[in-house]
């Protein structure tokens, strides 16, 4: 066995100059394998490529029988090398056959071979096929031939993503790049969007893999490595994380990863091999994954996704990536695609060019899926799986009303769907002619149907659902969306406009509920949280903090100078709470009569139960507010210890069991007895069958998503509400009643002949 002769290097070069050659593809690959032999000493050098069906063919061989190039077949898991693509982990064998994996395909002639070196073609992660040496003798490859092999694997995986062997597949048969897949996942917003893939994080995909000069690259990645570290150590210095916590151990990881001098010397190594510093960082970050995904610990696989992270950073610096820049590129048909996301990040994507979001996660009260729905984006969750297939720019298709994803959609499936796209319009026409009908049950219980909202994209709505006013103004929502507190005057601003859309119609407008997961990036408490829903939020945080609440009160009070003001707090555990605050309301308006503003000519201060704590203080609390409202979605995840935001766990009880039921008919009797209104916001109430539900418990006021008003009120139109609360009467109190509910109101309603 010779001693390895050219280096990686030299072979790059071959590579690079194979690369501008005008060859056909087949061609192309069989002087590419022959190349990586020759220079590698080896046998045989064979490309196996991943199909869409998870079958690894054999597209090109130097010194296995070429007769078996396109026939011989594993499926992945399979053999060797479907053992190296499943696990995307390189395998160095000095006996191949003597490992268990080993299978033996007749037809390719490989038996007289030993040793055995394999690595996975990988391309942002994403594995594209295998790439394999073979020698007659029982030898072991060094760790620089395995370092070659990988380095060489990018080229592959560059022309495999390029589409340039698509041409060498059978009819029918598709490589990974090309496949239609579906997801299954749950409808969290309903509407239908056609468009193309938008991924959230997305992977930097490297395409100029071979450098010119390799100080010059060198010093490139010297100077990206030297911002990254400035930026951690500033990240650092901040003030609000200063403290110990949870996000400044991660920057302590970040610190001590870019610190790290293994890490540098496989960079430089890499770019000594002939890459450029930013295939560089690709290639060791490649293969720092393959090493370390398989570890079970927790601790590790948190800091392999922190150096993922931080790699991606290194990269985008290198590359000039601009976020901002790529949102201004964005398709007017994208679809957002995400592991998961915080609802101000959503609000980061220009509104007019999204036509809807995928989530691997999420669950239907998160509150990404909230903004989502005031912005009226259809969203399917746990759609396990769909970011490490899609690539941006992909054809996509979103399902909300039955939770599928289509991704690169056969076309009987896009036409399927255009033609569900025109069924939608022609329902949204029926619904648009409901729109000032008004909202009277069959047995004549005029019901008002109220819209939630939060940002000025949301007003035109209120005219064209035909919503009877805004029964929750989520006002977080525009801290949420700027990067500093946004000012009284701005704030008032946004309260004014929302007055003038809403003419004569309510609007409760809810006090800052921030806190939990509805994050203000400039404003974080130093306390790490353990259970940040349960934690410093909403009104807890506004009476610690008076001078942020002041100044909300002053300019809803500006706003509404001579109409009515209704002022919702959120989070209520303690009827006191709410006396504290009516104090320092009536403080507002005093200091605001002395400055000869005008003062709203009707004040209604309202209480949000969504705290279990209330359900024992409901007659104190009915005479200490002038409306209350329910914030099921709250108030259900307390009642069950469901968290909201927890998507294993989240639809795991249902809103229509007997417990939350009393719990619902409790408020609703109390809010009688005592003769104040009683809302509910929460997303139940925008979803027909609930919705039906809540007006058979008693509740005659609802606050929903806009889009969901028509369906409701559709609805409602045929429903006999006195009908369906003599069965519901019976219902709730049965001790059996456990899981039949549901299944109660759907015959109910099929029986009545109620659209749902
Ligand atoms: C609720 O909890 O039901 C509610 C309406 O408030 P939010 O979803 O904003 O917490
Ligand atoms: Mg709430």
Not at 178 to 188: E, I, L, P, Q
Not at 600 to 618: D, H, R, T, Y
Request: hydrophobic share 45%; glycine share 8%; net charge negative.
């Amino acid at each position: 066995m010779r001693e390895l002769t050219a280096g990686p290097r030299i072979l790059l070069k071959r590579l690079r100059a194979l690369m501008a050659e005008a060859l056909e593809p087949q061609e192309r690959l069989d002087h590419i394998v022959r190349e990586i032999a020759q220079n590698m000493v080896a046998e045989v050098c064979s490309f196996y490529v991943l199909r869409s069906d998870e079958i690894l063919e054999l597209y090109a061989t130097e010194g296995l029988n070429p007769q078996a190039v396109h026939l011989a077949q594993l499926r992945l898991g399979q053999g060797l090398v479907g053992t190296i693509a499943a696990t995307a982990r390189p395998l160095n064998l000095t006996d191949a056959q003597s490992h268990p994996a080993f299978t033996y395909l007749p037809e390719t002639g490989e038996e007289v071979y030993n040793s055995f070196l394999g690595v996975p073609v990988l391309r942002a992660g994403r594995t594209m096929g295998v790439l394999v040496v073979q020698n007659r003798t029982k030898r072991a490859y060094r760790e620089d031939e395995l370092e070659a092999l990988e380095t060489t694997a990018m080229v592959l995986a560059e022309m495999v993503a390029s589409g340039n062997l698509t041409r060498l597949a059978r009819p029918g048969v598709e490589l990974t790049n090309g496949r239609s897949v579906s997801f299954n996942g749950h409808a969290y917003n309903e509407g239908v969007g056609l468009g193309h893939v938008v991924l959230h994080e997305p992977r930097i995909v490297v395409t100029n893999l071979f450098n010119e000069d390799i100080e010059h690259e060198i010093s490139r990645l010297d100077e990206a490595m030297g911002f990254l570290r400035l930026s951690i150590d500033d990240m650092l210095s901040r003030r609000d994380v200063a403290m110990e916590g949870e996000h400044r151990d991660v920057l302590e990881a970040y610190r001590m990863f870019a610190h790290d001098r293994g890490w540098m010397r496989r960079l430089e190594e890499a770019i000594r091999n002939g890459l450029t510093a930013e295939a560089a960082v690709e290639k060791v970050q490649s293969d720092t994954r393959a090493r370390m995904m398989h570890l079970s610990d927790p601790y590790m696989r948190e800091r392999l996704s922190d150096f993922d992270d931080l790699a991606n950073r290194l990269m985008r610096q290198l590359m000039g990536y601009d976020p901002k820049s790529a949102a201004e590129m964005m398709a007017k048909d994208s679809i957002i695609v995400a592991r998961s996301m915080g609802a101000a990040e959503l609000l980061d994507y220009p509104r007019e060019r999204v036509r809807g979001l995928v989530l691997e996660d999420g669950a239907t009260t998160s509150h990404v899926v909230i903004v989502a729905r005031a912005m009226g984006i259809p969203v399917v969750g746990q759609a396990k799986g769909v970011v490490a297939l899609a690539e941006n720019n992909d054809a996509i298709i979103i399902d909300g009303e039955d939770g599928r994803v289509h991704l690169r959609p056969q076309t009987d499936v896009e036409a399927a769907y255009a033609e569900k796209v025109r069924f939608r319009a022609k329902r949204q026409a029926l619904y648009r002619e409901l729109r000032d009908k008004p909202a009277v049950t069959k047995d004549g219980k005029s019901i008002a149907l109220l819209m939630n909202g939060g940002l000025i994209v949301d007003l035109p709505q209120l005219k064209e659902s035909g919503a009877d006013g805004v029964g929750l103004f989520r006002t977080e929502l525009q801290f949420m969306v700027a990067s500093t507190f946004p000012r009284s005057g701005q704030q008032e601003k946004l309260y004014r406009a929302v007055l003038e859309a809403a003419g004569d119609k309510p609007v409760t407008f809810r006090t800052l509920d921030i806190g939990g997961d509805k994050v203000l990036p400039y404003f974080r408490s130093n306390a790490h949280e353990e259970n940040p829903a349960m934690g410093w939020r909403a009104i807890r945080l506004a009476l610690d903090r008076p001078g942020l609440m002041r100044t909300q009160l002053r300019a809803l009070l500006k706003a509404a100078g001579g109409r009515e003001l209704r002022i919702m707090l959120p989070m209520v555990t303690e009827v006191a709470e709410v006396r504290a605050t009516r104090e320092i309301i009536e403080r507002e308006v005093n200091y605001l009569t002395r400055f000869d503003y005008q003062p709203p000519c009707n004040l209604k201060i309202g209480a949000m139960i969504e705290v279990p704590s209330l359900l024992w203080q409901l007659d104190e609390l009915m005479n200490e507010v002038d409306f209350a409202s329910v914030g099921s979605n709250d108030l259900f995840q307390f009642i069950m210890a469901v968290d909201r935001g927890n998507a294993q766990i989240a639809d795991r009880f249902d809103q229509l069991s007997p417990a939350f039921l009393r719990v619902l008919l409790q408020i609703a009797e109390a809010g009688k007895r005592h003769n104040k209104p009683v809302t509910l916001c929460g997303e139940m109430a925008g979803k027909p069958l609930t919705a039906m539900m809540l007006i058979g418990l008693g509740f005659r006021s609802i606050s929903m998503s806009a889009a969901a008003i028509g369906p409701v009120k559709n609805m409602l139109l045929s429903l006999d509400a006195a009908a369906l609360n003599a069965i519901l009467a019976e219902l709730v109190h049965r001790p059996d009643a456990n899981g039949s509910i549901r299944e109660n109101l759907v015959r109910f309603a099929n029986e009545q002949q109620i659209p749902l």
